[in-house]
């Protein structure tokens, strides 16, 4: 079974609704009075049907915020990495329910004859690759630009419409494509947006004249969830909201440094809630990070590669923060970022000081609309300066550089751009196959399937939708 979170997000659960839907209904534990399911009939739709409502339908209620749907519309169900014809095995309906990563552990009732049924109707489904990314051999210049000029995108590449939720994003799918040359990988992704998200947490004046740093969001209460926060009728751009957009893509490393745990599961094996026995989930907890769901490897060999873009902070300096997900021990020590760290290098950016009340630089322009200034373009604020503007006048509070460190955190080229005629970012990234960092995947076999997920952050500091099948990046010759 997917996430909780990703079904029960409204915007989620139009991914899988389609006729002769099955909600799988009721709530407590996952498992049935008996312990025992009934023999399925026959393979089939009816008969899978009959199965998960008897193993599961006492926990995944509509109302319980663990709501999940299994369709006779096969196609939605492998778009969206639910079943996968080609390795049924690996499917999430089956993989969730033998493995710790799923929220109610290991259920019981859910028998290997069980399993068996399963499998076999999730292999009789037509395949539609909707979870392999093809990396197309090109002999053309590819620039990442975000303006997708180039004609091998097109004329070459083919796209995966990778299906995510489970965040506050605009988003439901990521269009990806893929080449590469002798020396390096290229991306195309392009998602859904109402609009750019730049106004990451600005200094702003009051009626007052007292200025203070924007909050990102108003901070949940502890143990709350993202799903409760949102609500049903959600506004990812509305007032109190003060971030950016970004996106992440995670990749398994190989040889003694791979994920067991990512390689089954995808980003979910990364995610632990202490509120949930360290289950994938997505608590609250800013009183004590140590009790909030946070990124992490299982072991202490384990590394995976975390490429994230970030709009204000880094885009206009064409990079991806070139950062990793280790191997964390839970409790107070570094419980802020958890197991997310960042490869050698800067970063880029820092916060502009706030002196006594008040920000204390500015870029070359004080007009409106700036959101960052680059640390060259320093200019010292005046007293006159502050008094002049009008409450409600913003600030940007972001200093930035271009990021350092290669190989390490500047290892990745790249720059999105904004459409808002058709509301779509479209995003090229430019990375070496090899880069010779012990932090990175290396995409030094070309025979082999690279596993790997994707996530986008609408205005979002941590609210991210992502991909909940497990996506695999292969190389044409």
Not at 132 to 143: E, F
Not at 246 to 252: G, I, V, Y
């Amino acid at each position: 079974m997917v996430s909780a979170s990703y079904f029960t997000n409204t915007r989620s659960l139009r991914l899988l609704a389609a006729a002769g839907a099955l909600f799988v209904s009721a709530c407590g534990s996952d498992d049935d009075s008996s312990g025992v399911t009934p023999p399925v009939a026959a393979n089939n739709y009816q008969g899978v049907a009959q199965l998960l409502q008897a193993d599961c339908g006492s926990c995944h209620g509509t109302a319980s915020g663990r709501a999940y749907t299994v369709t006779m519309d096969s196609a939605s169900l492998v778009t969206s990495g639910f079943i996968d014809p080609t390795a049924p095995g690996s499917s999430l309906l089956l993989a969730k329910t033998r493995s710790t990563s799923h929220g109610g552990g290991v259920v019981s009732a859910f028998s290997t004859a069980d399993s068996s049924a399963v499998a076999q109707w999730i292999a009789k489904q037509p395949a539609t690759g909707a979870t392999s990314l093809v990396a197309y051999k090109t002999v053309s210049t590819i620039l990442p630009d975000g303006l997708d000029a180039e004609v091998d995108w097109r004329l070459v590449a083919k796209p995966l419409y990778a299906r995510i939720g489970g965040g506050w994003s605009d988003a439901t799918e990521v269009s990806m494509r893929a080449m590469y040359d002798a020396n390096n990988l290229y991306l195309l992704l392009q998602w859904s947006d109402d609009v750019a998200s730049v106004k990451r947490q600005p200094f702003i004046k009051d009626t007052a004249g007292t200025w203070k740093k924007a909050a990102a969001k108003a901070l949940p209460a502890d143990g709350t969830d993202w799903v409760a926060y949102m609500g049903k009728a959600f506004n990812e751009e509305g007032a109190g909201l003060y971030y950016e957009d970004k996106l992440a893509l995670a990749w398994n490393t190989y040889g003694a440094s791979t994920s067991p745990a990512f390689e089954q599961s995808g980003c979910a094996g990364l995610c632990h809630d202490p509120a949930k026995g360290g289950a994938p989930g997505t608590t609250y907890y800013y009183s004590d990070g140590a009790k909030a769901a946070k990124k992490y490897t299982n072991a202490a060999n384990e590394i995976v590669d975390l490429w994230h873009w970030k709009l204000v902070r880094q885009d206009h300096n064409l990079k991806m923060d070139d950062q990793y997900v280790r191997y964390w021990v839970p409790g107070p020590t570094g419980a802020g970022d958890g197991g997310r760290a960042s490869d050698a290098g800067t970063s880029g950016y820092a916060d502009a000081p706030f002196v006594g009340g008040f920000p204390v630089f500015r870029g070359k322009s004080i007009a409106p609309g700036g959101f960052y200034y680059q640390v060259t373009d320093t200019v010292r604020l005046t007293a006159a300066e502050l008094n002049a503007l009008p409450a409600g006048s913003m600030i940007a509070s972001m200093m930035t550089s271009p990021i350092t460190g290669t190989p390490g955190r500047a290892d990745i080229d790249a720059k999105g751009y904004y459409n808002p005629a058709t509301k779509k970012w479209t995003y090229e990234i430019k990375r070496k196959l090899v880069t010779g960092d012990d932090k990175d995947v290396q995409f030094n076999d070309l025979t082999r399937t690279y596993k790997f997920g994707v996530a986008v952050f609408d205005n979002a500091q941590i609210e991210h939708s992502w991909s909940p099948s497990i996506l695999k990046l292969t190389f044409k010759p």
